[in-house]
């Protein structure tokens, strides 16, 4: 065996996960994203979920780009005020404007048999 096929590498951090300071938990919640001035909704599928924000993913296959959009996501009877903070192919990251209660957050996991 080669000495460099033995020393492994570090892995590179993602950048967009570096910075996160909660728990992400996958999941596929159904919930409603409505923009402030606008008056339609988009539903779609809440991806993972954290304390401070989640990836919504919309049901349509066109994902227009939203960054530092103001949102009301609707789940269930709640709903949760923040910002789009970036548009990716896979979805809306979404930033909670106040970061979520994790008994809040723990309800919601066990509600959805996460």
Same mark, same amino acid.
Request: net charge positive; hydrophobic share 40%.
């Given at each position: 065996? /080669?000495?460099?096929?033995?020393?492994?590498?570090?892995?590179?951090?993602?950048?967009?996960?570096?910075?996160?300071?909660?728990?992400?938990?996958?999941?596929?919640?159904?919930?409603?994203?409505?923009?402030?001035?606008?008056?339609?909704?988009? /539903?779609? =599928?809440?991806?993972?979920?954290?304390?401070?924000?989640?990836?919504?993913?919309?049901?349509?296959?066109?994902?227009?780009?939203?960054?530092?959009?103001?949102?009301?996501?609707?789940?269930?009877?709640?709903?949760?005020?923040?910002? =789009?903070?970036?548009?990716?192919?896979?979805?809306?990251?979404?930033?909670?404007?106040?970061?979520?209660?994790?008994?809040?957050?723990?309800?919601?996991?066990?509600?959805?048999?996460?």
């Amino acid at each position: 065996m /080669k000495l460099l096929s033995a020393i492994r590498r570090p892995r590179r951090q993602n950048p967009a996960t570096r910075h996160r300071s909660f728990e992400r938990h996958a999941c596929a919640i159904e919930a409603h994203l409505t923009m402030e001035g606008r008056q339609y909704e988009v /539903k779609g =599928v809440i991806m993972d979920i954290s304390r401070q924000g989640i990836l919504f993913r919309p049901r349509s296959l066109f994902i227009m780009r939203l960054e530092n959009q103001t949102v009301a996501l609707r789940l269930g009877d709640r709903e949760l005020r923040g910002h =789009v903070v970036n548009t990716t192919p896979r979805g809306y990251g979404l930033n909670f404007t106040e970061t979520l209660e994790q008994d809040f957050l723990d309800d919601i996991l066990a509600v959805h048999d996460v």
